[in-house]
């Protein structure tokens, strides 16, 4: 959980957001989810779809940037704890990969459930530099993504059958990049392809990738 003396730069579970703060961040992602572009959105369009005041706003964050990065970063935390804890239930490294995978097919909607980690993966250069730079100061969020990928990654070490002599930085680099493959082909939305056959592809790539 990260927080300042603005209650506005926090994110986590909802119950430890202030009310106002929890609307304008699902305001955010309920834009992001119709489709609307970060590069013209106004903070005024947020506070609209919130239904609370535009100063409201002014007085959890600092800028339009702040608050679309801040509930990214948001449901980033909150797409984290989800798939921990279905992946958690799982004993092998190919059932947790499966798992993580399953989670994103199950939430994920074209334009919907997963768009901010689309925009981390797949549209980073999309997104105004303002915004980047916010995101990158939110490392709590990133880094958390990484800590659980080492995680998965030790799990399949341990069963021997990912290499334990790779250096961490690519273990986890690899098998997030698979991970962002499959919400890329979700987001493509080819019907023509089986989403089993996909997961199985790719868990078998990433054990080929790391063994």
């Known amino acids: 959980m990260k927080q300042d003396k603005k209650s506005g730069k926090m994110w986590g579970c909802s119950e430890e957001l202030p009310p106002k703060v929890k609307q304008i961040y699902e305001a955010v992602l309920s834009l992001l989810e119709e489709g609307a572009d970060v590069n013209v959105l106004k903070v005024s369009d947020i506070t609209v779809r919130a239904g609370i005041g535009k100063g409201t ?25 989800g798939i921990r804890k279905t992946s958690d239930e799982k004993s092998t490294f190919t059932e947790k990969l499966m798992c993580v995978l399953d989670w994103m097919e199950e939430n994920y909607k074209a334009h919907q459930g997963c768009v901010p980690l689309v925009y981390v993966f797949r549209r980073w250069g999309e997104l105004p530099s303002g915004i980047r730079e916010e995101l990158a100061a939110g490392k709590d969020g990133i880094c958390r993504i990484r800590e659980d990928a080492l995680r998965l990654a030790q799990c399949g070490m341990e069963e021997g059958v990912l290499r334990k002599d790779l250096p961490e930085s690519l273990v986890t680099s ?38």
């Open 57 to 81: 706003a002014y007085e959890y964050f600092d800028n339009k940037e702040e608050i679309i990065a801040q509930a990214i970063l948001y449901h980033m935390e909150a797409t984290i704890s």
């Open 174 to 211: 690899v098998l997030l990049a698979n991970i962002a493959a499959y919400v890329i082909f979700l987001g493509s939305d080819d019907r023509n392809v089986d989403k089993q056959f996909v997961k199985e592809f790719l868990c078998g790539k990433t054990v080929k990738d790391l063994s």
